[in-house]
């Protein structure tokens, strides 16, 4: 079974288990047949790895085996971050397959797909591979590939540390929030060799995710991490989303650190290795940003959200970083893919080589005042984008790349639907925090229909 809407702009999300699944097993073993025949990967092989939903190995072994019967050979790597699989598909120089539903609820699961060398696949290809894997059947060919499992994980750690001027640092105390995901696994791996005291939490593998949800744009699945860091008077806090290719950042009062401004952070530091280089952010990143890279002396490249066209971007322009702000970070060293464990480490060798504390080290970066992000659940999108777009006309430049943006002077809006979520998501900046609170509400109140007709 396949419903049309787990195929996203991205990957594949959607509900696997209850009353109403989405998508099953049957579903699974025909999308790895299709991944095969779009991606022609008869008689070669693949890498797949997947993270610790329930439901993730009956649906690997579904997928493993519809891409088996088309000729494909697959590398299972077995339990792995999202970043890990990245990773992977690099040191193997081959596609990649992840199961996973990132952030999503417990009872959903998804897959995410990548070219060798983790490029992001192309929106067509993953167009084709929905139609092909909701037609007929595809019969099996008569030279089945193979499975066979490896495990990189040490592997994955050694590569992370090569990338890190690790040395010199002063010995930081660290917490570390899994949220029963992924990060439980990978972190003792890459945090166990460095000179560092890690305080872990929720670190136990658990796809029903018992103490919070595993997304940490939302505040309160922070909380366990910013009352440890003042509990243990930790440096700093690392919270992983489920598949830990994100990282939010803590400093040591417990106070949030924007994705924006570890953006900024990590971006003055790859322009000072490599000055006039290219910084990639997507829509909604701050602007504080576009000002970092600008005193750097660097480029500076807007992208639609979304992993995919954030990946793009830099192979396009070979950029050397990209930053979301959804803590997406991604690096050209690392094939240009996301990875938030590497973040992590730069971020904490940037503290272990200052003096400072955390909140220091971002003290000097731009503030504007954001409304974060706000979902809304709407019925009609483009009537509401169209309201947007009327109640703003001639306060500022619209644009609608992504959604829709309007930028005033030393403010903007944007509202866009979500690539994973029946969601309309709401971000609004500005210079001034009254201002900013002002067309937040403004805006609302329009997209939730209170404005006035």
């Not at 930081?172 to 460095?194: C, I, K, S, W």
């Not at 973040?343 to 504390?357: K, Q």
């Not at 001639?394 to 809006?413: H, S």
């Amino acid at each position: 079974m396949l419903t049309p809407s787990i195929f996203k702009a991205n990957d594949i999300r959607g509900v696997v288990t209850g009353d109403q699944p989405e998508w099953d097993v049957a579903g699974a073993r025909a999308v790895g047949a299709a991944f095969v025949a779009v991606l022609g990967l008869a008689g070669q092989e693949f890498v797949l790895g997947r993270d610790m939903r329930t439901t993730g190995v009956e649906l690997a072994a579904a997928f493993i085996e519809g891409a088996v019967a088309q000729g494909a050979s697959v590398i299972d790597i077995g339990l792995a971050s999202t970043d890990q699989l990245w990773f992977a598909s690099g040191f193997f120089d081959m596609p990649g397959v992840q199961l996973t539903a990132s952030h999503n609820p417990a009872d959903y699961n998804g897959i995410k797909f990548c070219l060798a060398q983790a490029a992001p696949i192309e929106p067509a290809m993953l167009k084709q591979i929905a139609e092909l894997a909701m037609g007929p059947e595809l019969a099996p060919v008569a030279k089945r590939g193979a499975a066979r499992s490896q495990d990189v994980l040490a592997e994955y750690a050694a590569h992370l540390h090569s990338l890190v001027p690790l040395d010199g640092m002063r010995r930081l105390r660290v917490v570390y929030d899994a949220g029963n995901g992924m990060a439980g696994h990978t972190a003792p791996a890459v945090f166990g060799p460095l000179d560092i005291e890690t305080i872990g939490l929720f670190t136990e593998l658990d796809g029903s995710f018992p103490n919070h949800p595993p997304n940490p744009l939302e505040p309160a699945n922070l909380v366990d991490a910013q009352r440890a860091v003042l509990e243990n008077r930790a440096d700093l806090a690392l919270v992983f989303d489920g598949d830990a290719d994100r990282c939010f950042i803590v400093d040591e009062r417990g106070e949030v650190v924007s994705p924006s401004l570890i953006t900024a952070l990590i971006a003055q530091q790859e322009l000072a290795r490599e000055p006039g280089g290219t910084i990639v952010i997507n829509t909604i990143t701050s602007r504080a940003v576009d000002k970092v890279v600008a005193d750097a002396g660097g480029a500076l490249v807007v992208s639609k959200v979304g992993h995919t066209s954030v990946k793009a971007k830099m192979a396009e322009h070979h950029a050397i970083f990209g930053g979301e702000h959804s803590a997406h970070y991604y690096f050209r060293d690392f094939w240009g893919a996301d990875t938030g464990m590497l973040a992590g480490l730069h971020v904490m060798a940037l503290l272990g080589r200052s003096a400072g504390t955390m909140s220091e080290l971002v003290a000097g970066l731009p503030v504007f005042a954001a409304s974060g992000e706000i979902n809304s659940t709407v019925a009609d999108v483009p009537a509401v984008l169209a309201r947007l777009a009327e109640a703003f006309a001639g306060r500022g430049v619209q644009n609608t790349d992504d959604g829709l943006t309007i930028e005033g002077d030393g403010w903007w809006v944007n509202v866009r639907a979500s690539n994973t979520e029946p969601l309309l998501r709401l971000n609004v900046e500005s210079r001034d925090a009254a201002q900013m609170a002002s067309l937040r509400d403004e805006a609302l109140a329009i997209i939730r229909g209170e404005a006035d007709a």
